[in-house]
């Protein structure tokens, strides 16, 4: 609920007092690439020790204007002031000089080498590494010991789980002596209980005097961990708050710029008869690894399965597998009271026939040709049936109306189908793989990460369309890494860990903290030890 | 029994001779690819340049000033290739082939312009050669049965340069991996992302990688025309560029293992010319063509299947940008 004391829009802003000392302070940083411009007379200041958020729809600006303080990017104009006196930072090397640390959202390390050889890069000490190495070894100890930043200096990064990269990348940063500590969407790969412990870490580093910067797109976090919050939208910091004054609503609705509704109502909807039966199947990949094993389930008509898990876990190829893009190697599949055992009878065509649509994961590879206009990806998989074609060929007046349609109908914009796939937002190409398959009609429908990359005013519209596929009778099932996703839009919920299902929950059971648990494999681990 | 030994004691000496370009260049190739930039342009480098040291030398007389001005030219080669595919972010095979294809016409034009020999430079004297070096001691150990042969003819008896390539082993080794330099150049061939992400300059490391390949391929080149040969003939790097491009694959681009590669290939290479002509037991009297095609057939061989995967480094073949 917003309180009636908070402002909105543009002329919120939070009254700093005097005494305390700004670490940075960006004035009217404008940044532009090409024709679009990222960044628009942006004005942000963050006090020192303080834990900022910058919220902000994807393309908003948050990574432009980051990357810009750690000299990655050149503004065309504006000014960075650091500890309240003018610098240019013209290069990473010279904002680390000026204690400045960066965690990207992509990790910046090199997979080969061990963590120690990450953290010296860069910073080795001597010439020599083996000289170097022992003033750093001793540094690190101390850091991690500070800090609670337990990592295995002599892991191979590849090997390394993703928390811990993300605490190889934090002690880099501390490493160099950085005093302001940037971070990138830093718990999109993180589990629950990774990521509170990335934030006991940050909370800790605040305590020495730390000054941190964090972006994110999930308000919940900037709830619970910040101390003033910036908005952008636009290329614009459209709004700041003290984090205690504000509310999700309030940062939601200015990051859209209109009120959005964060909560889903769940329609009364009848579950009916069970129509996709999977029974032990199994998958190895092509590397000979075992990457799905013996996972049953059932999927009834009207009702959204939610699979949780960290990525990687064999969401990806179970989801494959029930589209018909994988052979189906081990188990069996019934759909309809039809089984199915063999990749003869199965494969996306045949997947489709059977009223199976599938909204893919990774939409720029598997659900767009992102080069084709619109009207070719709106009949994409679908382009045998005869309502696009007139005799042999293929009808371009009938294909232009039916996207014509698809666009008004689910919102996709620009409204034109002729435009390039690959010019949309993230958003409204996400809107016409839907709008696509929800328009086939499916009886089920396989739906991957719906709203990777796409901001909060899409999610809205595509949660909506979910939600009246699902009262139509259609079964849905969900794979997000998203826990919120999961547990807003399912009615049961599976959650995955290295291949198996760990545990099912019905959705107004489930708690975040007992599906982080089984998602880290470690409920699974007690019951190991039960038996 | 005698026979047999000196036959061995032989073959190893013109595997090392054969080997020598080999392990310049491979040594090269590995300086240049662990910093992510393919460099196929190791022939024609070696080509340039076993072409400027003929010339240079013959031009002043002095093998040193040949040696200088070989290394100064495959660098410039190599500034060329950078400039393409690192500073204007083109593709490194292209620029690497039109290096080679550039060497293969240019020396031809300048030969025959220059000495109007066909291509060829003028024969170099002794004096204008780095000649072999006989180790002093030699005469005190020759009474040891096998070992003092073995060390007159494959360890001693050898010009500077097949010294040098050995210790260019060594140093390569060190420097990739004990060294800050070495740090940085496996890292930016990897993920250039953290080098530049870490304040250094992934344009001027890879410009520094492909200088040290150049040095490397201009020692090669100097060897072909004047140490191991007496003057430069036509294409007479004959595609070592490539062998030692595929010894460095199959040493998986650790110096140690690329140098018994390199020795591998030359010994097989040795082999094929000493069998020319000779009844095999069994097989008869085995073609030249077939002996001389053996390195190349079990480069392909190798490549394709005994070695495993060899993993090339992360980032290699593709231009660093930051926007994008």
Known sequence: MRSSENKTGNETTVSLPVSTKLAIELKDITKRFGHVIANNDVNLKVESGTIHGIVGENGAGKSTLMNILFGLYKPDSGTIFLNEQSVEVNSPEKSIALGIGMVHQHFMLVPTFTVLENVMLGNEGSMFLKSGEESILNRLKGLSKNYGLDVDLEAIISDTPVGM?????????????????????????????????????????????????????????????????????????????????????????????????????????????????????????????????????????????????VAGNGQSELLDILSGIEALQKGQITINDKPIFSHQEWNSKKARDFGIAHVPEDRHKRGLVLPFHNYENSILGYHRNDQYSSGFLMDKGKILNFTNELIQNFDVRPRSPSIISGKLSGGNQQKLVLAREIESKPKILLVGQPTRGVDIGAIERIYEDLMELKSKGTAILLVSVELDEIMSLSDRILVMNQGTIVGETSSSNATELDLGKMMSGLEQVREDRNE | MLESLQLIISLLDSTIRIATPLIFCAMAGIFSERSGIIDIGLEGKMLLSAFVAATATFLTGSPILGLFAAILASCSASLIHGFACIT???????????INILASGLTITLGIALFSRGGQTPPLGSEQRFMPIEFPFLDQISFIPVFGDLFAEVISGHNVLVYVSILAVFFTYYVIFKTRFGLRLRAVGEKPEAVDTAGISVIKMRYQSILIAGMLCGLAGAYLSIAHGAGFGREMSAGKGYIALAAMIFGKWNPIPTLFACLLFGFLEALGVRLEGVELLWIGEVPVQIMQALPYVLTVVLLAGFIGKARAPGAIGVPYSKEG
Do not use: C
Request: charged share 30%.
């Open chain 2, 88 to 98: 204007n972010k083109g593709d490194q095979v292209i620029s690497g082939l039109a």
């Open chain 1, 165 to 309: 990269q993300q605490r190889v990348e934090i002690l880099k940063a501390l490493n160099r002596g950085a005093k302001i500590l940037i971070l990138d969407e830093p718990t999109g790969v993180l589990t629950p209980q990774e990521t509170i412990g990335l934030f006991d870490i940050l909370r800790s580093l605040r305590e020495q005097g730390v000054t941190i910067v964090l972006i994110t797109h999930k308000l919940k976090e900037i709830m619970s961990i910040t101390d003033t919050v910036s908005v952008m939208r636009g290329g614009k910091v459209v709004a700041d708050f003290a984090t205690k004054k504000t509310s999700s609503e309030e940062l939601a609705e200015n990051m859209v710029g209109r009120k959005v509704l964060l909560s889903i109502k769940k329609p009364a909807s009848k579950v009916g008869k069970s129509i996709l039966e999977v029974k032990d199947v199994s998958h190895d990949s092509k590397d000979g690894v075992n990457v799905l094993k013996d996972i049953s389930f059932s999927l009834k008509e009207g009702e959204i399965l939610g699979i949780a898990g």
